[in-house]
């Protein structure tokens, strides 16, 4: 399966020129950690709350001030649309990769793919098991195992 198959299409980026406040808000909407950062819609980076945190607080930047171009990580991860939805979650175990962005051939920006939707693609559904656990209070055998064992007995 391709990776187009699996990943979130429409993904919200931001560009460089945005604030790091804007990709704060951005972040916090949306729940994620991380955020491609595209120039027209072409990838140029990520950006990490690690990454915005660094910046306001070691270098005491202004969020509403600083570009988030002065924070992103340039060295790009990423996977194209046609690649194996398989080589592609060997690379996110490789890289330790959560959410990687999906490009096309042209490197724009089209997707992202996480580690939940690769482990949904490849979990074979199981039918529910419901299992009792032992209460610490009671003995080990159930009333029905002794009876049984009595039975056994019985008939020898």
């Known amino acids: 399966m391709k990776i187009r198959d699996v990943m979130t299409p429409d993904i919200e980026v931001v560009t460089p020129r945005d604030t790091l406040s804007t990709a704060a808000r951005l972040m916090a909407d949306l729940g994620f950690e991380a955020i491609p950062v595209a120039d027209n819609n072409k ?4 950006i990490t709350a690690r ?3 660094v910046c306001i ?3 005491g930047s202004d969020p509403e001030a600083t570009a988030v171009r002065q924070a992103i990580t ?3 991860l990423y996977c194209f649309e046609n690649e194996n939805a398989d080589d592609v979650a060997q690379k996110m175990a490789e890289w330790w990769m959560r959410r990687l962005p999906v490009v096309n051939a042209e490197k724009r ?3 992202m793919v ?3 939707d690769l482990t949904a693609l490849n979990a074979a559904p199981r039918p529910r098991q419901f299992r009792t656990r032992p209460h610490p209070l009671r003995p ?3 009333a029905r195992q002794t009876s ?6 019985a008939a020898a």
């Open 109 to 111: 920006v089209i997707g």
């Open 140 to 142: 080990k055998h159930s």
């Open 148 to 153: 049984r064992t009595r039975r056994t007995a």
């Open 51 to 53: 990454d915005m945190a």
């Open 57 to 59: 607080a070691v270098d």
């Open 74 to 76: 340039t060295d790009l």
């Open 114 to 116: 996480s580690l939940a």
């Open 43 to 46: 990838l140029v980076g990520m």
